[in-house]
């Protein structure tokens, strides 16, 4: 059976600098990809490619043996992929209710502004949108926060509302970049059992992390980039004993557990 995401020898260069060169990946559905290495290995320059944000020099992108380098975001949503941002992205004005709601409207904001003026009467897809809004913030705990101003909550809960939106259009597959840089560690662990959750419902996930307890205990599978090349790939037990990996990422390891 072919992979859900196949990623085919994608490079990019910027000016001088090759930040991804003959890439390839594969992602099954229902497994945690884990995408590691050093800062400026290329893993968001990966998921910018896949993710129609950047446009490779060379490569193939397939979703479920269809190609799908050039789609638009709304476009990727629709075939069941999406995706998070390593900088947050919620609309601060919005309440947590609405952002959830614009990945549901599978669009851009502005389609969504259109959807909020027409007032007269919920139309019954409008109200199908705001059921699964309330089921995903009830699944990552935000439902009580849900007609706050996105921008009034803890940075942690502002992730877990981008994960939500995310999560809410039913994707195949999301693409999360560093879901738990800046979160504490309860924060973290509770993000890393959620994400064990999506994955049992058969989604199939691509984990950017620099956070190597997590990315050990919920992957199955971890690919490894460094200066744009695919260095390493394997289950995690391999890589973390992995002597270039060590070298090149773990090396100075105390910090990832890595290192007895
Ligand atoms: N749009 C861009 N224009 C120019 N250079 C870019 C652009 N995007 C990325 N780069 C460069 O490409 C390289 C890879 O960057 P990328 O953001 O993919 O790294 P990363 O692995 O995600 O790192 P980090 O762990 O710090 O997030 C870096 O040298 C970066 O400066
Ligand atoms: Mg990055």
């Not at 992108?61 to 799908?68: I, W």
């Not at 939500?164 to 999301?174: E, G, T, V």
Request: glycine share 12%; net charge negative.
């Amino acid at each position: 059976m072919a992979a859900l995401l196949s990623i085919q020898g994608l490079s990019i260069s910027f000016g001088g600098l090759t930040a991804l060169s003959d890439f390839s990946l594969e992602a099954p559905a229902g497994a945690i990809t884990a995408l590691i290495g050093p800062n400026g290995a290329g893993k968001t320059t990966a998921l910018n490619c896949v993710s129609g944000v950047l446009k490779p020099d060379a490569g193939a992108v397939s979703l479920d043996g269809r190609p799908v380098l050039g789609l638009a975001g709304h476009q990727l949503a629709r075939r069941g992929l999406t995706r998070t941002f390593q900088n947050l992205q919620v609309f601060g004005r919005m309440s947590v209710l609405e952002n959830v709601m614009v990945g549901l409207h599978g669009a851009s904001r502005r389609e969504f502004g259109a959807a909020m003026l027409r007032l007269p009467g919920v139309r019954p897809e409008e109200r199908a949108i705001g059921e699964r809004a309330w089921e995903v913030l009830e699944f990552f705990g935000l439902a009580a926060q849900a007609g706050q101003p996105a921008d009034q909550l803890p940075y942690g809960d502002q992730k877990r509302v981008e994960l939500a939106r995310a999560l809410a259009a039913r994707p195949r597959l999301m693409l999360l970049d560093e879901p738990v840089a800046g979160l504490n560690p309860a924060e973290t662990d509770a993000l890393g059992s959620l994400i064990v959750k999506i994955r049992e419902q058969g989604v199939g996930l691509v984990l950017v992390e620099h956070d190597m307890s997590l990315v050990m205990r919920v992957s199955d599978q971890v690919a490894v980039l460094s200066g744009g090349r695919l260095i390493a790939f394997g289950p995690p037990s391999q890589i973390q004993a992995d002597p270039e990996v060590i070298r090149t990422y773990l090396g100075g390891g105390e910090e990832f557990g890595l290192v007895a």
